[in-house]
């Protein structure tokens, strides 16, 4: 009998979990409280599948995010494409790690990438830099794709009211379920680790098109990235781009839906002036267009961890995001979990192993002391 899942969160994660479970045959239920599919933090990021570059400090989001990317691209090739020059320079006097340690680090985790001299900005202050192949994520074709494919199965502008647990099944604003995925970061499940909830601003400028990527790491530094439109980039800041730091949810968006004009140029000031300090012609070359809010959900911790979670509380599975290339991860655990409670075990039976030895003895005659 095949069983019933719901899944809430139409993002990255919820919209590929619903994916996967069809095509392996369970019956699925998406429910999104917005209009459209991707609409929050999955439709408002740097759009960036990258390999764990930018994260130094913790070993297992690297991990994730090296193992995923080529996945993501076997399986949704279509939804990104090709970043031309994507750099990652570490700053002299800002950076906490130095170029060496930073290049054997990326080198143990078996990630490519080769040093450079230069690249078509003109940098200063820098201590070195590397060059690897990363893409740009594809957002409205994504959205366009999984609208189209899980239209039979998606239920948007559906707010959750209701979710009523059972030892046997579950039951979600009344409807009758097998397994709730919780893919909102524990908005109806139960959190597996401590986190924070963060609003945060960055920032959209027009170039011109085939400008590289750019991201300073390690630390309070920040990233250049290109979006699907060529002529279009991000500006990102870890110390800037942040709007606070939350308990809840609610406190988050209440911070995120007041932003006015002050703040945005004010954050404008601060972000420009920290880009300046490693490409002096930031302003010269880039041309403000507007800023873009979200709300990310973090770990709270100084590890730097944008690993993947996978826990669950009863019938409810609640998936902790990482990185957009760590859906399979995501999926993966999902299904040990119900298989696991499907599997009646294996009952004890005698080994065979002496009766094989005798049989093998006795075969070719050998006489024993």
Known sequence: MSRRIAIIGGGWYGCHIASSMMALGFTVRLYEQNERLLHEASGNNQFRLHLGFHYPRHAGTRIQSRDGFSRFIERYGDLSKPVLENIYAVPKDTSLIDFDTYKLIMTATGIPYRSVDRCSLNLTNIDGMIRAEERVILIDKARHYFRHHLRHVTSLS????????????????????DYVIDATWGHFGKNIVSTYYEPTLLLYFEAPAGLPAITFVDGPLYSIYPTEVETIYTLSSVPHTPLGRFNSSEEARSVRDHVNSEQVEAKRGLMTRQAQENVPEFLDIYKFMGPQISIKTKPIGSSDDRSCYVGRDGRVLTVMSGKIDTIFFATERILSMIEADQDEGVADVPSSLPASIRAKVESIGLKLD
């Open 158 to 177: 559906v707010e959750i009211k209701s979710i009523e647990k059972f030892s046997e099944h579950i039951l979600v604003n009344g409807e009758r379920f």
